[in-house]
């Protein structure tokens, strides 16, 4: 869940498996730095968090980051 300023909002993405068994959620800092800039300047929040969770918690409910207006 992100906050802005009207209510909040969530991102909705997918999980990722690496070869290692290693489980990253699409919204993980280290998958977002793999982007390139004029997609990463796309992503509507920021996020508080640089890890999201992990193998049954990787998505919860919990509130994750603000939007980029509140951010600003």
Known sequence: MVYD????FY???CSYIC???HLYA?????VFCTLPE???YEFPAH????EVGTEADIWSWKAR????????
């Open 65 to 72: 980051g603000v939007s980029r207006a509140v951010w600003n």
């Open 47 to 50: 996020l508080l968090a640089s």
């Open 38 to 40: 004029e997609l990463q």
């Open 5 to 8: 300023f009207t209510g909040p």
């Open 26 to 30: 699409s919204t993980e800092h280290a």
């Open 19 to 21: 070869t290692n068994s």
């Open 11 to 13: 991102i909705i993405g």
